[in-house]
């Protein structure tokens, strides 16, 4: 199966907004870090790559139709040359907002007092941000040049830039299907995304 869409906006752009949406459109199952999470196959193979094993997208993806949020946003370039005709969704809300749902969720997560091979860690705080996953001007930078390097590089035909509010409209005329009876989804605020990681620490102890 080969991926249709793939996101390149940094998780707490809307991504889990947009995987159900993706999924509700029929272009799921939509890769996002909440599926590697249980998942222990998904979690060695993501592992793995972010140590310097040479990237298999095909297996990396395999039974996917979309991808959103960390880690697959981070290797955007890979994938959207290993998918040429995949549309591309930017996902996007300003720095100063975005700062906010970050440093309340992600933060936490990508520094060095958690497992220091998650991908949490190992990747989003040491690779994406340089091991400094809390020094608010240098994450906001990196952003910044992230949502830059993609508006730049991405053909503008193929990519669409959606934020949050944005709604079923702009996304459905980018991929070519018909806007459904139903909401766009909301999901995963900053409460929810803490209720979660609860009740993930719960199950483990």
């Avoid at 298999?56 to 290993?82: I, K, Q, T």
């Avoid at 040429?84 to 969720?105: F, H, I, Q």
């Avoid at 509010?165 to 991929?175: R, T, V």
């Avoid at 909401?183 to 990681?197: D, I, L, T």
Wanted: aromatic share 10%; charged share 25%; proline share 8%.
């Amino acid at each position: 199966m080969p991926l249709e869409v793939i996101g390149t906006g940094f998780g707490r752009t809307g991504t889990d907004s947009m995987r159900e949406a993706l999924n509700i459109l029929g272009f799921g199952p939509c890769h996002h870090m909440s599926e590697i999470v249980p998942d222990s196959e998904q979690q060695r193979l993501w592992r793995a790559l972010v140590k310097g094993a040479a990237p298999d997208w095909e297996r990396l993806f395999a039974g996917y139709g979309s991808c959103v949020d960390f880690p697959s946003c981070w290797y955007w370039r890979d994938l959207v040359r290993a998918w040429p005709e995949a549309k591309v969704v930017l996902t996007w809300r300003s720095p100063e907002s975005w700062w906010e749902s970050y440093s309340r969720t992600i933060a936490a997560f990508a520094s060095g007092d958690h497992d220091p091979e998650s991908l949490g860690v190992a990747l989003v705080g040491n690779q994406v941000f340089g091991g400094r996953p809390q020094d608010r001007d240098h994450v906001l930078g990196v952003y910044e040049r992230h949502v830059a390097a993609v508006k730049a590089e991405v053909p503008p035909d193929r990519l669409l830039v959606h934020a949050p509010g944005d709604g079923w409209e702009p996304l459905c005329a980018h991929l070519g299907v018909p806007v459904p009876d139903c909401p766009y989804p909301q999901r995963n605020s900053a409460a929810e995304f803490a209720a979660a990681v609860a009740r993930r620490r719960d199950a483990a102890d």
